[in-house]
């Protein structure tokens, strides 16, 4: 079973994302290969997270790129707008998925068995919040670990 954590009453999912990227990607240890991380978003929203990633902090660098380019097969931050892009039979990682939108995966016994851990990002926005549920219940009643972090509270 796949471990799938809500991190959910997030105010700006983009700029969260990469904070929650950075520290995934980061946490990688010495001598260990790289944490790899799939990105999950509607069009708009990943054209924006792409432009985010490239300034929102003065210090790090978060190396990324959408998943038809050329070098997706070598970046560790794949940005994609669909679950089941063919491309990402092309990508040899799949360690972790973080989903920035509001659908729910149609095959999810196939994305859980390609990512061993999934993040759903759930904004205070109602639909999103509501979708975010729906998503809950059905990873639930089909089994995975699931953990929520509620981001109100910190």
């Known amino acids: 079973m796949a471990r799938i954590d809500f991190h959910s009453n997030v105010s700006d999912k983009l700029e969260y994302a990469c904070r929650l990227t950075r520290k995934i990607w980061s946490a990688t240890q010495e001598g260990q290969p790289v944490r790899n991380i799939v990105i999950v978003a509607e069009g708009p929203d990943l054209k924006k ?4 990633m490239w300034t929102f902090s003065n210090t790090d660098f978060l190396p990324h790129c959408f998943i038809e ?14 679950f089941a892009s063919p491309a990402l039979n092309s990508i040899p ?5 973080i989903h920035l939108g509001m659908r729910m995966p149609q095959d999810v016994p196939a994305l859980v068995a390609r990512f061993p851990r999934i993040v759903e990002v759930v904004t ?4 999103e919040r509501l979708a975010g549920r729906e998503r809950f219940k059905a990873y639930r009643d089909l089994g995975h670990e699931l953990h929520n972090f509620d981001q109100s509270k910190s």
């Open 49 to 52: 997270l792409n432009e985010l």
């Open 93 to 97: 990682h799949a360690d972790v998925m």
């Open 124 to 127: 205070v926005n109602e639909a």
């Open 69 to 82: 380019d050329e070098a997706a097969a070598e970046t560790p931050i794949v940005l994609t707008d669909h």
